[in-house]
């Protein structure tokens, strides 16, 4: 059994400090950092700076993928397991958005202030985990890290899940470790509660999951005989979490035959670098924390813990299986879902908020160890995090509200609005509240707040001009308008992007050379950022 006295994570910080040596100024800095109350003074400031950070796009209008999260949540709370079968999300975001939303409204700052919360919550939660792990000053390292990283910050202003996933993967680190490395059994209940949670938020938590089971693994096989209490304790953990998800699991089950990501391509070998560096915040970030904190998880591996020397005390072993178990958390589940998207294609950098949380305590606890290096690493990242350019204008992420309140304004309240990429449609009925008549190749959009993506891939292969679009037109009115929607930049691949190029092109033809309609407007405003924008044409049925 691995175990850690009382006084360990007290007697951690004892280490020589990452500000000089160990005498003069340096000294009583350090002893000065390492006091409780100005521990809690530095996180105060920390997370008023992180809010500060993370408030400079709160009134960025919605992109697709917000514009679902808020249609999603804009139904009855008693509607969503139905909805979420034809999404493939599982439900926990969406339900706290519904309330967030009855609260305070759904305009872009009031939904963007709930990942907000998540986002800044990271940061004590980060100290608070890395105290109890690693001691103070690594929590102070950590949340450090957990207030300037900006992957936290971005969706720390979208509405979308992923700022909670990365504050329900520090939870699930933390309490994985106090249980299955520190012994520490009234952690049970909130390792398997933090972990359902996770995995009633976003599906890539069931890689997390096999990951956590392989660090518990590493956890048993270091742990001394006999182990029969490890083992209770890991059926006792994994099993709770699971029974707690076990009536999601038919709907995962049908999301999963049914449903996918048809956008996405599958990852290549530099998908894994790219997508860390993504977390990381760039590439220069990403560089000095893994030279810095990979110096000083190597000085903690290499004096001979692994093998149990007497050298090594039982804190230096139980540190070492503790940072393993961190990086079998966080590497390892990026490894898995890289496998996986292999051949199921569904990779996305933005879904490896799951490792978020393991990533921030292992490498805080690698920059405690590193001393000067990991300060000077760390100063260094912070100059790369700050001197990343802000985005400005409130039409970066997507130029649909400006395209809805000029062009759709004119349109008016009962015009037909076409989409040839059906992921806009609820981008449009947000932005277009007085529309009610949607359709795209699909068919007409019933409910145009949700994305129907059964079988997606396979009824836009099916989809033609005659089937769908021309069915439309012969039958409106005489003055009637139709408002048609294309996207300005096409990708050559996947499928689903060539299929939506091609019915660009074909229906924009199509609504031209019709002699029932002309055209009245034609323009794509504010499409100048690197956003997902799109072009409208407005045409009206003439007169008969």
Known sequence: MITETPRTART??????????????????????????????VVALLTLASAALRTGQMGFHYWIDEAISVGIASHPLSDLPGLLR?????????????VWISVFGSRETATHALSLCFSLAAVPTAYL????????????????LAAGLPFLTYYGQETRMYSMVALESLLVAVSFVRVFVDRRRRWLPAFSLSLAAMLYTHNWALFATLAAMLAFA???MAAPRPRAALWRDGFLGFGAAGVLFLPWLPTLLYQAAHTGAPWALPPVIWSLTQGLYFVAGGRGAS??????????LWALTGRGVLDRSPASGPSDRRTVVAALSLAVLGFGTLLIAWVYAKTTPSWSSRYLAVIVGPLILLFSLGLARARGLGVVALALTCCFWVLQPRATSVYFKSNVAAVAHTIGHRAGPGALVLSTQPEQVPTLAYYLPGSDRFAN??????????????????RFERSSVRSVLAPLIRGLPAGAR???????????????????????????RYLMHDPRLRRLAVGAPHAQGPGVNV???LFVVRGR
Not at 441 to 458: E, I, K, S, T, Y
Not at 482 to 507: D, G
Request: overall charge positive.
């Open 287 to 296: 560089v000095a924390l893994a030279l810095a904190a990979g110096t000083g």
């Open 12 to 41: 951690l910080p004892s280490a020589p400090l990452p500000f000089g040596g160990a005498s003069g100024w340096s000294e009583r800095i350090g002893r000065w950092m390492r006091t409780r109350r100005t521990s809690v003074a």
């Open 482 to 508: 139709v408002l048609l929607v294309t996207p300005l930049s096409f990708q050559t691949e996947p499928k689903w992007m060539v299929l939506i190029h091609r019915s660009s092109i074909t229906w924009a």
């Open 129 to 144: 985990g890395g105290s109890a792990l690693f001691g103070r000053r690594a929590g102070l390292l950590a949340a450090i």
């Open 218 to 220: 590493v956890c048993v």
């Open 86 to 98: 034809q999404d493939g999300s599982p439900p926990l975001f969406y339900a706290l958005l519904h």
């Open 535 to 537: 072009r409208a044409e």
């Open 441 to 458: 190749p699909l068919g007409p959009v019933p409910d145009p707040h949700v994305v129907d993506w059964r079988n997606a891939l396979q």
